[in-house]
Nanobody
Framework: QVQLMESGGGLVQPGGSLRLSCAAS????????MAWYRQAPGKQRELVAV???????TYGDSVKGRFTISRDNAKNTVFLQMNSLKPEDTGVYYC?????????WGQGTQVTVSA
């Protein structure tokens, strides 16, 4: 059983920055693709960024050039650096681990971008 724990959310003004972290339990973190998703009130969950085991990255169109996903396999942690934040970035941010036979989700961390 894998547990994912997100942290780093909060309230930030437009144009500000936040760094989210997602710590995973277990010893095989380095083998799997990790991703960040977000869900705004009344909207579907959407992909924000993905990082593979080889550290290849992909981003959603709305965050390209502003967000950066990275991973530290020694610490079993994936990060999301969010810069130039906009009110439309507000939502609950979830991390996800994709294994060959199942997927794990964290419980989420709230990000609110407001003046």
């Amino acid at each position: 059983q894998v547990q994912l724990m997100e942290s780093g959310g909060g309230l930030v003004q437009p144009g500000g920055s936040l760094r989210l972290s997602c710590a995973a339990s277990g010893s095989t973190f380095r083998l799997y693709t990790m991703a960040w998703y977000r869900q705004a009130p009344g909207k579907q969950r959407e992909l924000v960024a993905v990082i593979t085991s080889a550290s290849s990255t992909t981003y959603g169109d709305s965050v390209k050039g502003r967000f950066t996903i990275s991973r530290d396999n020694a610490k079993n942690t994936v990060f999301l650096q969010m810069n130039s934040l906009k009110p439309e970035d507000t939502g609950v941010y979830y991390c996800k681990m994709t294994m060959p036979t199942r997927v794990y989700w964290g419980q989420g961390t709230q990000v609110t971008v407001s003046a």
